[in-house]
């Protein structure tokens, strides 16, 4: 860019100053909803719930197929194939 382009933009200094943060903001966002670490837990958790005798096999199946699908949702979403 040159000297005067830069004087001329500078009042939009600010817009792509936020515009850029809001990228960043999104894409941490972004990365921390499609993380199977949460999800992968969350089963261990679960099937710990169940041979503990904390929850039911009903509920227990209900919440994996959730987890499942969430995973699958996320896995699609690595290869670009979202849903």
Known sequence: ??????????????????AWVMER????AENEYYDTE?????LAELERALL???????????REDELLDRLDEIRAHEQGTDT
Do not use: K, S
């Not at 005067?4 to 100053?17: H, I, S």
């Not at 903001?25 to 941490?28: L, N, P, S």
């Open 1 to 18: 860019m040159g000297l005067l382009t830069q004087l001329g933009t500078f009042p939009l200094a600010p817009v792509r100053g936020v």
């Open 38 to 42: 949460p999800v992968e837990r969350e």
């Open 52 to 62: 503990a005798g904390d929850i039911d096999e009903e509920t227990f199946d209900r």
């Open 25 to 28: 903001v999104m894409e941490a």
